[in-house]
Nanobody
Framework: QVQLVESGGGLVQAGGSLRLSCAASGRAFSNHDMGWFRQAPGKEREFVAAVTWSGIVYYTNSVKGRFTISRDSAKNTVYLQMNSLKPEDTAAYYC?????????????????WGQGTQVTVSS
């Protein structure tokens, strides 16, 4: 089992920045691929970014150049640095863990999920 707890969400003006954190506990964090997803009201949960156990990163097109995913294995934490935020980034953001090599852009690729943290970007 892997337990995930997100933090760092909040209310920010358009153009601002936030850094989300996801603290992991339980089974070896360093052996999992990690992802961030988001879900806006009335919409499906969508892929945002992922970092593999080996450190390779992937982003959905709409956040490339604005968001940065990273991981700190010593702290068992994965981060999502979000810059130049837009109102359309408003959503609940979820951290997820997948078995090594199993990361993907579908929620079905992930085995463990956090409870989410709300990000609201005002115009």
């Amino acid at each position: 089992q892997v337990q995930l707890v997100e933090s760092g969400g909040g209310l920010v003006q358009a153009g601002g920045s936030l850094r989300l954190s996801c603290a992991a506990s339980g089974r070896a964090f360093s052996n999992h691929d990690m992802g961030w997803f988001r879900q806006a009201p009335g919409k499906e949960r969508e892929f945002v970014a992922a970092v593999t156990w080996s450190g390779i990163v992937y982003y959905t097109n709409s956040v490339k150049g604005r968001f940065t995913i990273s991981r700190d294995s010593a702290k068992n934490t994965v981060y999502l640095q979000m810059n130049s935020l837009k109102p359309e980034d408003t959503a609940a953001y979820y951290c997820a863990a997948a078995m090594p090599g199993r990361w993907g852009e579908s929620t079905r690729d992930y085995d463990y999920w956090g409870q989410g943290t709300q990000v609201t970007v005002s115009s």
